[in-house]
């Protein structure tokens, strides 16, 4: 397994601005995703973030507003820019593990509940 | 085009009261489906991988089986602590993500 941890943990932004979410992962792993769940909804994966590669956004999602970066194994981060109302929600951290292709397993971090005024 | 639909909605059962929840899926190839469990204001917990029909996993009171176009999480005597959402996701071969779906909001009544 792997434990993950996020920062912060719920915040209250101004439209227009921009927050930068962290993840960090206690053992090295190759691949990172990102997921956002709004209120009482599944989640919707925004991108894949693999260490040495350029992030893959989903449909929906794209680079300038969603920029990810993932210096290392066990880091990586998020940031929300230009922040509007519509982006408030859970942006969750998740790493796969495991030997088939893609993984066997994936585990989650805590999320960041984001509320945009 | 891949995807996963959750059965029911919405599910009360009485403390003990055993019952199913399904997970339907589409997918081309199936690399695995995958079981979470979700409770309110928390990431989701893994809790199994199926790779192939025919498969069964058992933890404590749970149950996931496998067929080529559905899984089922059988829960058994439930207790109130198992009463969270239950969220069923599927990979397929050619790609590293998975497709979640909507989730199963279990309550589970003492």
């Known amino acids: 397994s792997a434990v993950i941890s996020q920062k912060p943990s719920r915040d209250i932004c101004q439209r227009g601005t921009s927050l930068t979410i962290q993840c960090q992962v206690d053992?090295?792993?190759?691949?990172m995703f990102w997921y956002r769940q709004q209120p009482g909804q599944s989640l919707t994966l925004i991108a894949t973030?693999?260490?040495?590669?350029?992030?893959?956004?989903e449909s929906g999602f794209v680079i300038d507003k969603f920029p990810i970066s993932r210096p290392n194994l066990t880091f990586s981060t998020l940031t929300v820019s230009n922040m509007s109302p519509e982006d408030s929600s859970i942006y969750l951290c998740?790493?796969?593990?495991?030997?088939?292709?893609?993984?066997?397993?994936?585990?989650f971090g805590p999320g960041t509940r984001l509320t945009v005024l | 085009e891949d995807q996963v639909t959750q059965s029911p909605e919405a599910l009360r059962l009485q403390e003990g009261e055993s019952s199913s929840l399904n997970c339907s899926y589409t997918?081309?190839?199936?690399?695995?489906l995958f079981w979470y469990r979700q409770d309110p204001g928390k990431g989701p917990e893994f809790l199994f991988t199926?790779?192939?029909a025919g498969e069964e996993k058992e933890k404590e009171r749970l149950k996931a089986t496998l067929t080529k176009k559905e899984s089922f999480l059988h829960i058994t005597a439930p207790k109130p602590e198992d009463s969270a959402t239950y969220l069923c996701?599927?990979?397929?071969?050619?790609?590293?993500?998975?497709?979640f779906g909507p989730g199963t909001s279990l309550s589970v009544i003492p």
């Open positions: 998740s790493v796969g593990t495991g030997v088939l292709r893609g993984y066997n397993e994936q585990f």
């Open positions: 053992s090295q792993v190759t691949m």
């Open positions: 973030a693999n260490q040495g590669s350029e992030a893959t956004y």
């Open positions: 997918v081309s190839g199936l690399r695995g």
């Open positions: 199926l790779y192939s």
């Open positions: 996701a599927v990979g397929e071969t050619s790609y590293d993500k998975v497709i």
